[in-house]
């Protein structure tokens, strides 16, 4: 149990483009979906933190406009990277809150480059 | 803003040696800190939990201690095995059940 999908698990696109990551919680709902970013060798960053049928709540550093994100259900949380720039490239990884235990479960990760 | 620090970016260590993993951290108090095994290209994988009030916390090879006066967990593997290799990630709870992950230590086990 506890399973969480991310798809698509690679996107290559061109600088400009927008590219969507969705990030589905399996056998579980979840109220609270988080999304994080990774830089090569370096630990994970919190992005923001998205509540089902609510604005998601960003990190400080995060532009909100340039990453959008959609909780459109308990086990869908959507994020955009709008008009992507080589400096988008990362791994995007995502996690659910099932609300017990606090725990999060992670996606596999969705490695994004940007040409 | 809370640091957290782990305190090796790399560690090897002989087969069935015990690997110690210490992560730091400062200018906080979480409620409870956790630990995570990340493979190369892969989500990280929850290990152990372990809260403020608890000084240790054990799950089958894995041991986790936590104090709260020094700031510091430090994380077991006894009987540390190749398959053992991977990242491993400190996380304090950041409020609002957010997590803020160490730097990571990258665990070599040489057979």
């Known amino acids: 149990g506890a399973v969480v999908s991310q798809h698509p698990s690679r996107v290559i696109c061109k600088s400009g483009t927008s590219v969507k990551i969705e990030c589905r919680s399996l056998d579980f709902q979840a109220t609270t979906m988080f999304w994080y970013r990774q830089f090569p060798k370096q630990s994970l960053m919190l992005m923001a933190t998205s509540n089902e049928g609510s604005k998601a709540t960003y990190e400080q550093g995060v532009e909100k406009d340039k990453f959008l994100i959609n909780h459109a259900s308990l086990t869908l949380s959507t994020l955009t990277v709008t008009s992507a720039h080589p400096e988008d490239s990362s791994f995007y990884i995502c996690?659910?809150?099932?609300?017990?235990?606090?725990?999060?479960?992670f996606g596999p990760g969705t490695r994004l480059t940007v040409l | 803003s809370q640091k957290i620090e782990q305190n090796s970016e790399a560690l090897n260590i002989q087969e069935g040696k015990t690997a110690t993993l210490t992560c730091n951290y400062t200018n906080y108090s979480p409620a409870y800190l956790q630990w995570y095994r990340q493979d190369p290209g892969r989500g990280p994988v929850f290990l152990l939990l372990?809260?403020?009030?608890?000084k240790e916390k054990r799950k089958e090879r894995l041991k986790v201690t936590f104090d709260t006066t020094l700031k510091q967990s430090l994380f077991h593997i006894t009987a540390s095995q190749p398959a053992d290799s991977a990242t491993y990630l400190c996380?304090?709870?950041?409020?609002?059940?957010?997590?803020?992950f160490g730097t990571g230590t990258r665990l070599t086990v040489i057979p």
């Open positions: 996380a304090l709870e950041g409020g609002a059940n957010n997590l803020f």
């Open positions: 996690s659910a809150d099932p609300g017990y235990h606090n725990e999060q479960f």
């Open positions: 372990i809260r403020e009030n608890e």
